[in-house]
């Protein structure tokens, strides 16, 4: 009879007894011809030695990783030491290096003195510094050559406009790592090594900023007064970004420092504010009559400002806050709180054809609207009939009243009708469409189309 191979199904049966690194497995397969269950051998796995150094005083290896082995490579190196100087030897001391593998061991090693060659002095040790970092509001100082083991005394802080001193932080510069701490008028002994002390400050709550003070943030903007007029100079050029006058006879303002790390300008009522530099921003000012109700400012020159205060452009264009709290940005645009209230009005004049608006507050659910001073212009279209009614210059968000019409005999006017952008309306909705006076917004330039029917 004729012998053939056995034809094994791809994947093992059940019964399988894996190989590990040292010694072989078994695997069982399905002969699908004869229908038999085949023994077949693997062969043993081997060390993979990729886990981690291991090491001792002189050697160092690796071990196996595969589950439940943990075997060392028999095969050890000795240590390939790499040496840092970090003290050097004179002729009257030893010096000191740290030595280090690449498996991490380390030790420490010292130098021997150096020696004296014959009618050559050492020269004279020169010592080691310490520099002293008070903050950005002074200038650092350094104290030079003070030899290793002088007792160094370590400054008072002196003040900070806002804050309270609490230690100074210390450390070694051949040792960044490691922080010390120390208050003022302690000595410590001199390390062998270049020192820097930092300052360490406490914000207060409120600062009250007298004329001639400044405080220094940590972010390096600097609020100051200067004999009453108060600026925000938010990266230290000299060239304040925001600018607060408060009302006469008030030369101090309270600078509050708040958890979430904003620090603002409370704002007293009759308080003017610049929140730009630019000739063409707006001009806030807070009401002076708000009964226990003050604006503030934050460093970005975003304002909040009570019932009654204004926000003025350069044109003479104005916002008034009727219901408050309102949020102004620094480009003046103004934002309602829930319950709030603006009217805008025109400068005024004879060629002032602008439409004074009173904005509402958003219904429950919808986002507070945000106001400016943007003007849309309204055109009348008479349709062949009735004299011409001249157009109209309204602010966004504003209601239009319904124009007085001089009709033609025989004509009576029926509505106003506006035409609607077919993409913009839902389905069943007519492209013409009549204008509702009193619950239509203007948030853009339209043209009313009076539409007449005949006696």
Not at 445 to 451: E, I, N, P, R
Request: aromatic letters at 6%; proline letters at 8%.
């Amino acid at each position: 009879f004729d012998l053939a191979e056995h034809t094994m199904e791809s994947e093992p049966t059940e019964g399988e007894n894996p190989a590990t690194c040292t010694t072989p497995g078994t695997m069982v397969y399905h002969c699908t011809v004869c229908e038999k269950d085949v023994n077949v051998e693997t062969a043993a796995l081997g060390h993979d030695f990729s886990g981690d150094w291991k090491s001792d005083e002189n050697q160092h290896w690796r071990v196996c990783v595969r589950d439940g082995c943990g075997a060392a490579d028999p095969e050890k190196e000795n240590h390939i030491w790499v040496g840092t100087v970090t003290k050097e030897p004179t002729e009257s001391a030893a010096g000191e290096r740290i030595l280090s593998c690449i498996c991490g061991q380390e030790k420490t090693e010292t130098i021997e003195k150096l020696e004296k060659v014959p009618g050559v002095e050492e020269p004279a040790q020169t010592g080691y510094n310490a520099t002293f970092i008070y903050g950005p509001h002074r200038a650092p100082e350094e104290q030079q050559g003070i030899l290793e083991g002088t007792q160094l005394t370590v400054p008072q802080s002196g003040t900070r406009t806002g804050f309270t001193f609490t230690r100074w932080n210390w450390f070694k510069l051949s040792q960044p790592g490691t922080t010390n701490t120390a208050s003022g008028g302690e000595q410590i002994a001199m390390p062998s090594s270049n020192v820097v002390f930092v300052a360490m400050w406490k914000q207060n709550t409120v600062t009250t900023l007298n004329p001639g003070d400044k405080i220094h943030l940590d972010d390096g903007t600097i609020i100051e007064n200067n004999n009453g007029e108060v600026t925000i100079d938010r990266d230290g050029d000299g060239k304040p970004e925001v600018t607060v006058d408060p009302p006469a006879g008030t030369d101090s303002v309270d600078v509050v420092h708040k958890e979430d790390g904003k620090d603002v300008i409370e704002l007293p009522g009759g308080s003017t504010v610049k929140p730009t530099p630019d000739p063409d921003g707006p001009t806030i000012t807070v009401n002076p009559d708000a009964p226990g109700s003050k604006g503030e400012v934050d460093v970005d020159g975003n304002v909040t400002v009570p019932d009654g205060s204004t926000v003025t452009d350069p044109d003479g264009t104005e916002i008034t806050v009727d219901q408050g709290p309102a949020k102004v940005e620094p480009d003046g645009s103004t934002t309602l709180p829930e319950g709030g209230q603006v009217t805008i009005t025109g400068p005024g004049g004879e060629d002032d054809n602008r439409t004074e608006v009173t904005i509402d507050p958003p219904a429950e659910g919808e986002e507070p609207p945000v106001i400016s001073t943007e003007l849309f212009t309204v055109t009348y279209n008479m349709n062949g009939h009735g004299t011409q009614i001249p157009a109209k210059k309204i602010y966004s968000g504003g209601k239009l009243t319904e124009p007085e019409v001089t009709a033609e005999d025989g004509w009576t006017i029926e509505g106003w009708y506006v035409t609607y952008d077919t993409a913009d309306l839902d389905s069943g909705e007519t492209a013409e469409q009549k204008w509702d006076f009193e619950n239509g917004y203007v948030l853009g330039d339209m043209t009313l189309k009076a539409k007449w029917t005949q006696k």
